[in-house]
């Protein structure tokens, strides 16, 4: 990375506790340390990377050996806070545990910390990613924990809290760093645009922030990046360029030609498109997922959670767009379309264009399986069936009357059917279209069924329990037979 990069992050390290954002448990606790001149000897600092753990090592070092501490912070003036801000001070010690992590290199510390502090009140020694130290280093760092010099501070810093032994975590005071949310990683950027002078709108630092990850450090590295891709203007169509993003009324339009059977035709095109454009297919479809995670996050009410991927102003757009969208449509799309990703990653197709066909063939599948009934119709229809075959004829629609009647005073030739009776019966009721019977049952089936002789509990005979069948399964692509016992 170039020094560019760097360059904000730098700038605007916080040099007071006062200045850092977010952390205040941590940062409130060490103020309440020198308020009442409690100071201990070893701190472990856990937490993610980038949210301030080093920044606020630093700021303690120099509180603890400030020449005209302000109160709880340290003046930033003096010599001794001026060294340690240019990291050259003779008793702040930082060391990279992940680089040293060697018994011989806390032994070496340890001999260290027997000499008194050279300039300020105390000798402090910043092990950063302190879990990376090896057993035996443990064991001696332990050693100097047990019983430390009254002029030495340790200051442990870890991402890995977990990796740490129990009996270092007991000998010191912890303190747990967050992630910082987006909305504040949003608002503490735009404080920095201005003073910078750059022009951005809420979108852009939407994304600046969501590329941080909860990170202060990662969020100024790519917002360093970002001025530079958009000539310092830093708005959302720009950002969206230059990750990858394609925004929400793109994944709207998808979802909605999915949804709707009519505008099928243009999954296609999409496609084609974002192929010719040379987008990468798999994050699109991966983008999309998420979008409908989103969605469904928006339904639950739970659209506030730092996971959801989509500026603020966009949610309660999306909300009101998809109010009335049944959950289990989405829910199905979801998981059908998630396995659609898993299996493109798994096959290592060899180029764009054979991921292409690959996702054409599998969204036609999905179009077709998304025209047959739900899940839910389903079970609605079988419940009903439940109570017809139980004999509750109340619930048949009234199309059916000649049936009810039927059913409700059976008749001579009811207990001999005659075909054309059955013919003539089957046209008074909305027939079913051919295609609709080629998807209900096979003609077989329905000829073998109707010389039975059977009666079900209710004494309805079989031929007018098919017809009903046929009339509740109209458009299902189900053999009705397969319930008649129920
Ligand atoms: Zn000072």
């Given at each position: 990375?170039?020094?560019?990069?760097?360059?904000?992050?730098?700038?605007?390290?916080?040099?007071?506790?006062?200045?850092?954002?977010?952390?205040?448990?941590?940062?409130?606790?060490?103020?309440?340390?020198?308020?009442?001149?409690?100071?201990?000897?070893?701190?472990?600092?856990?937490?993610?990377?980038?949210?301030?753990?080093?920044?606020?090592?630093?700021?303690?070092?120099?509180?603890?050996?400030?020449?005209?501490?302000?109160?709880?912070?340290?003046?930033?003036?003096?010599?001794?806070?001026?060294?340690?801000?240019?990291?050259?001070?003779?008793?702040?010690?930082?060391?990279?545990?992940?680089?040293?992590?060697?018994?011989?290199?806390?032994?070496?510390?340890?001999?260290?910390?027997?000499?008194?502090?050279?300039?300020?009140?105390?000798?402090?020694?910043?092990?950063?990613?302190?879990?990376?130290?090896?057993?035996?280093?443990?064991?001696?760092?332990?050693?100097?924990?047990?019983?430390?010099?009254?002029?030495?501070?340790?200051?442990?810093?870890?991402?890995?809290?977990?990796?740490?032994?129990?009996?270092?975590?007991?000998?010191?005071?912890?303190?747990?760093?967050?992630?910082?949310?987006?909305?504040?990683?949003?608002?503490?950027?735009?404080?920095?645009?201005?003073?910078?002078?750059?022009?951005?709108?809420?979108?852009?630092?939407?994304?600046?922030?969501?590329?941080?990850?909860?990170?202060?450090?990662?969020?100024?590295?790519?917002?360093?990046?970002?001025?530079?891709?958009?000539?310092?203007?830093?708005?959302?169509?720009?950002?969206?360029?230059?990750?990858?993003?394609?925004?929400?009324?793109?994944?709207?339009?998808?979802?909605?030609?999915?949804?709707?059977?009519?505008?099928?035709?243009?999954?296609?095109?999409?496609?084609?498109?974002?192929?010719?454009?040379?987008?990468?297919?798999?994050?699109?479809?991966?983008?999309?997922?998420?979008?409908?995670?989103?969605?469904?996050?928006?339904?639950?009410?739970?659209?506030?959670?730092?996971?959801?991927?989509?500026?603020?102003?966009?949610?309660?757009?999306?909300?009101?767009?998809?109010?009335?969208?049944?959950?289990?449509?989405?829910?199905?799309?979801?998981?059908?379309?998630?396995?659609?990703?898993?299996?493109?990653?798994?096959?290592?197709?060899?180029?764009?264009?054979?991921?292409?066909?690959?996702?054409?063939?599998?969204?036609?599948?999905?179009?077709?399986?998304?025209?047959?009934?739900?899940?839910?119709?389903?079970?609605?229809?079988?419940?009903?069936?439940?109570?017809?075959?139980?004999g509750?004829i109340?619930?048949l629609?009234?199309?059916i009357e000649p049936v009810k009647k039927q059913i409700q005073t059976p008749s001579p030739t009811q207990e001999?059917?005659?075909?054309?009776t059955?013919?003539?019966t089957?046209?008074?009721?909305?027939?079913?279209?051919?295609?609709?019977?080629?998807?209900?049952?096979?003609?077989?089936?329905?000829?073998?069924?109707?010389?039975?002789?059977?009666?079900?509990?209710s004494g309805n005979h079989?031929?007018d329990?098919?017809?009903?069948?046929?009339?509740?399964?109209?458009?299902?692509?189900?053999?009705?037979?397969?319930?008649?016992?129920?």
């Amino acid at each position: 990375m170039s020094e560019n990069h760097q360059v904000l992050f730098r700038k605007y390290r916080p040099q007071f506790f006062r200045d850092v954002i977010y952390q205040d448990l941590a940062v409130g606790s060490l103020q309440n340390a020198f308020k009442s001149k409690k100071i201990g000897h070893a701190y472990i600092f856990i937490g993610p990377r980038g949210v301030g753990k080093t920044t606020i090592a630093r700021i303690l070092a120099k509180r603890l050996n400030c020449e005209r501490p302000d109160g709880v912070e340290p003046c930033n003036e003096c010599t001794s806070c001026l060294e340690i801000t240019k990291g050259n001070s003779n008793d702040v010690f930082e060391i990279d545990a992940a680089s040293n992590s060697g018994v011989d290199n806390i032994r070496e510390l340890r001999e260290n910390v027997k000499f008194n502090a050279m300039g300020g009140k105390y000798r402090v020694y910043i092990l950063d990613e302190v879990h990376m130290l090896s057993g035996a280093a443990f064991n001696a760092l332990l050693k100097t924990l047990e019983e430390p010099p009254a002029h030495v501070v340790f200051i442990l810093a870890t991402t890995e809290y977990h990796k740490i032994p129990e009996t270092i975590l007991s000998r010191c005071q912890d303190f747990h760093f967050r992630k910082v949310p987006v909305t504040v990683l949003q608002s503490y950027i735009e404080t920095l645009c201005t003073k910078e002078g750059l022009k951005y709108d809420s979108e852009g630092l939407f994304w600046i922030a969501k590329k941080g990850d909860g990170s202060v450090r990662d969020t100024l590295s790519f917002m360093e990046q970002a001025v530079i891709f958009t000539d310092g203007n830093l708005t959302g169509a720009k950002l969206r360029k230059m990750i990858g993003y394609h925004g929400i009324d793109t994944f709207t339009d998808f979802l909605n030609q999915l949804i709707d059977t009519s505008q099928s035709a243009q999954i296609f095109e999409t496609l084609e498109n974002l192929f010719q454009s040379g987008i990468d297919l798999s994050k699109f479809i991966w983008d999309f997922i998420e979008f409908l995670n989103s969605l469904l996050l928006i339904k639950d009410n739970l659209a506030d959670r730092e996971s959801i991927n989509i500026p603020q102003e966009d949610l309660q757009k999306l909300k009101q767009n998809y109010r009335e969208l049944d959950r289990e449509i989405l829910v199905l799309l979801a998981e059908r379309i998630f396995s659609i990703h898993e299996k493109l990653n798994l096959m290592k197709l060899r180029s764009s264009y054979e991921m292409k066909v690959y996702l054409e063939i599998q969204f036609r599948k999905l179009i077709l399986d998304r025209e047959k009934p739900s899940v839910s119709g389903l079970l609605a229809k079988i419940s009903e069936l439940t109570k017809l075959v139980q004999g509750d004829i109340s619930i048949l629609p009234d199309s059916i009357e000649p049936v009810k009647k039927q059913i409700q005073t059976p008749s001579p030739t009811q207990e001999k059917p005659n075909p054309n009776t059955n013919s003539q019966t089957n046209t008074k009721i909305d027939s079913p279209t051919p295609e609709t019977k080629a998807q209900i049952s096979s003609p077989t089936s329905l000829e073998k069924n109707t010389n039975t002789k059977e009666t079900n509990p209710s004494g309805n005979h079989p031929e007018d329990m098919e017809k009903l069948l046929k009339e509740k399964f109209s458009g299902m692509e189900v053999d009705p037979k397969q319930f008649k016992n129920l």
